[in-house]
């Protein structure tokens, strides 16, 4: 019925930069509030950054001031921007969003994506 799908996951150099798209599909009345998240190989997942509706932001201490977190509320769509890079940012990007349905009754979702690795490496 909804769902999210992450993309802009890829190669890149330490230093380098990436931006990751959340796009939220189907029966969407409204995205309410996402976050994104992590996980590095043989890791448990972590939180990246969060953003409410109304534009409010959190970030983990590990990525503060490198990566910021925004969104398109006409597009349904999240983004996150990594700058500086680091090897130790080399994960899979998963996007978690509060969905609210167009179809009465309106249901809220919490909805995940399947996921976008980055790799940063020279």
């Known amino acids: 019925q909804v769902q999210v799908v992450e993309s802009g996951g890829g190669l890149v150099q330490p230093g380098g930069s990436l931006r990751l798209s959340c796009a939220a599909s189907?029966?969407?009345?409204?995205?309410?509030?996402m976050a994104w998240h992590r996980q590095a190989p043989g890791k448990q997942r972590e939180l990246v950054a969060t953003?409410?509706?109304?534009?409010?932001?959190t970030y983990a201490d590990s990525v503060q001031g490198r990566f910021t977190i925004s969104r398109d509320n006409a597009k349904n769509t999240g983004y996150l921007q990594m700058n500086s890079l680091k090897p130790e940012d080399t994960a899979v990007y998963y996007c978690?969003?509060?969905?609210?349905?167009?179809?009465?009754?309106?249901?809220?979702?919490?909805?995940w994506g399947q996921g976008t690795l980055v790799t940063v490496s020279s």
């Open positions: 978690n969003a509060g969905i609210t349905s167009s179809r009465w009754p309106y249901n809220n979702f919490a909805v």
């Open positions: 953003i409410t509706s109304g534009g409010s932001t």
């Open positions: 189907g029966s969407v009345r409204s995205m309410n509030g």
